[in-house]
C-alpha cells in the first residue's frame, strides 16, 4: 500500500487549474467501510502505467474529489470542499474559517520545506487532504477504519494517516489552536519519502512544530523541576528500555514510556541538528532496520549511544537490532503515535 500514499508532485499545477486529460476515475470502496473509503489499490489500477506527471496528478486530485463528495454526503449537508493551491479539504466550518485553516495549511507547508530544507519534500501526486470532523463521534468512526481489528487508541486532536491516499484527519473544536497540530502532522507527511526510525520522525516532527508554533507551547513544561525529569528518566531508561525506543515500541507503551520517549526523541534531534549540514545528510541515511546507527557513524563519526550518552548518562544505550522482537513500520508509527494529544 506504500506505493499508494499519494502526495503533491513535484511541480503541481493549482488543483483549480487542473484539466483532466482522462475520464473520472472509477471509484472502487472498500467493502469492510461503514464510511466511503476507496479500495486505492482498485482505485489506481484504471491509472495507465505510462500516464505523465501531469495527467497523474489530474487523475489523483480527481479521485480525492470523488471521495471527499461521497464522505462529505455521508456525513451531512453542511460538509463542502474547499481547495487551495496544495490543499484539498473537507468540513463543515464556515466559509471564513475554512479560508483560514487552508491558508495556516499553506503556510506551514511553505515553512517546513524551507525550515527541512534537503530532508523534507513534497512527493508523488495529488493534492493534501485535510478532512474536519464536526462530530466526535463521527471523527472515532472514521479512524477506527485504519486500525487492525479495531485496536485500542487514545483519545485524540489530530492525526496523519499514512495508508493508502494519505490525509489529515483532524477534529473541529481544535481548529482554533491547529497550528501546532497542523506543523506536527504535516512534517510527517513531508518526510513520508524517507524510511526513518520512529524516534527520528517524531524527534523531528516534535521540534517542528515547537519551533513554528511556539506560541502553543505549554509552558507548564518548562516548569517542571530538572531533578524531577532527571530522576523519571533514570528511573525508566535501561539496557533493556532503550532497545524499545530504538525499535520504536516504547512510543505506544503505557505509562511514562510513550511521554519519555517523545521527551528523548526530542532532545536527541534538538541536539543532533544543532549543525544542520551533518544532520541533514543522516537524516536522509538513517533507517530503521538498526535505529539509524549505522548513518550517525557515517555522518557524525560517532555511535548513538555516545550521543545518548549526552543526555542519560553512562550506560549500555547501544542499539541492538538483534534483541526487537519486533520493529515498528513507517507507517504503523504514523497512525498510532500520532493519535496523541498535540
Not at 502526495?7 to 470502496?29: C, D
Not at 487552508?102 to 495529488?126: K, N, P, Q, Y
Not at 547501544?318 to 504514523?334: K, L, Y
Request: net charge negative; hydrophobic share 45%; proline share 6%.
Amino acid at each position: 500500500m506504500g506505493i499508494l500514499t499519494r502526495w503533491l508532485s513535484k511541480t503541481p499545477p493549482a488543483v483549480a487549474q487542473v484539466v483532466v486529460p482522462l475520464p473520472p476515475p472509477a471509484m472502487v470502496w472498500r467493502a469492510d467501510a461503514t464510511l466511503p473509503i476507496p479500495d486505492w489499490e482498485g482505485v489506481g489500477a484504471a491509472l495507465p502505467a505510462d500516464a505523465d506527471d501531469r495527467t497523474r496528478h489530474a487523475f489523483w486530485a480527481c479521485a480525492a474529489r470523488e471521495w471527499l463528495r461521497e464522505l462529505g454526503a455521508q456525513l451531512g449537508s453542511a460538509y463542502t470542499i474547499e481547495a487551495s493551491d496544495h490543499f484539498l479539504m473537507l468540513s463543515a466550518l464556515p466559509a471564513r474559517t475554512a479560508g483560514v485553516t487552508l491558508g495556516v495549511c499553506e503556510r506551514m507547508r511553505h515553512r517546513i520545506l524551507r525550515l527541512l530544507d534537503g530532508i523534507a519534500r513534497t512527493s508523488g501526486h495529488g493534492p493534501h487532504v485535510v478532512v474536519v470532523f464536526d462530530d466526535d463521534d463521527a471523527y472515532y468512526r472514521y479512524i477506527d477504519h485504519y486500525y487492525a481489528d479495531g485496536g485500542e487508541y487514545a483519545q485524540s486532536s489530530g492525526m496523519f494517516l499514512s495508508y493508502g491516499y494519505g490525509h489529515f484527519v483532524f477534529r473541529a473544536d481544535h481548529v482554533a489552536s491547529m497550528e501546532p497540530i497542523i506543523a506536527h502532522e504535516l512534517t510527517h507527511c513531508l518526510l513520508t519519502h524517507l524510511p526513518l526510525p520512529a524516534w527520528l520522525n517524531e524527534g523531528i516532527a516534535v521540534n517542528v512544530e515547537k519551533k513554528l508554533a511556539p506560541a502553543y507551547v505549554d509552558p507548564r513544561h518548562a516548569s517542571i523541576d530538572r531533578r524531577e525529569r532527571v530522576a523519571k528518566r533514570a528511573a525508566f531508561w535501561n539496557a533493556t528500555t532503550i532497545q524499545s525506543f530504538w525499535s520504536g515500541k516504547s512510543y505506544l507503551a503505557a505509562g511514562d514510556g510513550s511521554a519519555l520517549s517523545y521527551e528523548l526523541g526530542e532532545d536527541l534531534v534538538a541536539l543532533m541538528s544543532r549543525e544542520f549540514e551533518p544532520f541533514a545528510r543522516f537524516a536522509n541515511a538513517a533507517r530503521g532496520a538498526d535505529a539509524g546507527a549505522a548513518a550517525a557513524h557515517a555522518c557524525f563519526g560517532i555511535g548513538l549511544d555516545d550521543i545518548v550518552q549526552s543526555i542519560l548518562g553512562a550506560g549500555d544505550w547501544r542499539p541492538r537490532p538483534g534483541t526487537w522482537r519486533d520493529g515498528i513500520e513507517h507507517g504503523q508509527f504514523a497512525l498510532h503515535t500520532l493519535s496523541r494529544e498535540t
